[in-house]
């Protein structure tokens, strides 16, 4: 199983990037599988930024994020996104795609139950 992330760069503050995360393995039932994004700043622990259902109908985020990321998932393309707006400096962090198990509707993903985890990609934000 392979989580490719993507679409990491430079912004300034109040400025918006989307992450991508294409999923691919032979035998990965993307749509079984819970999705999140989790980030890593220089120094401090990797925490968790939104998390989505297989169906895509729960979501859970952050208090740090909520109502400036929105994450979202198209099964049929075996992706995952994360549409970041209003960004802060303290949004800077290699941000890391996930993938658990789980159960059908769940959005409890933990740092610890991940499956499958992405190689990162740099979010750097400048104020």
């Known amino acids: 199983v392979q989580l490719q992330a993507s679409g990491g760069g430079s912004v300034q503050a109040g400025g918006s990037l989307r992450l991508s995360c294409a999923a691919s393995?032979?035998?990965?039932?993307?749509?079984?599988?819970?999705m999140g994004w989790f980030r890593q700043a220089p120094g401090k622990e990797r925490e968790i930024v939104a998390v989505?259902?297989?169906?895509?109908?729960?979501?859970r985020y952050a208090d740090s994020v909520r109502g400036r990321f929105t994450i979202s998932r198209d099964n049929a393309e075996n992706t995952v996104y994360l549409q970041m707006n209003s960004l802060k400096s303290e949004d800077t962090a290699v941000y890391y795609c996930?993938?658990?198990?789980?159960?059908?509707?769940?959005?409890?993903?933990?740092?610890?139950?991940?499956?499958?985890w992405g190689q990162g990609t740099l979010v750097t934000v400048s104020s």
């Open positions: 989505i259902s297989w169906s895509g109908s729960r979501k």
């Open positions: 393995g032979r035998t990965f039932s993307f749509y079984r599988y819970e």
């Open positions: 996930a993938a658990d198990g789980g159960v059908a509707g769940s959005v409890s993903m933990t740092k610890s139950g991940v499956d499958y």
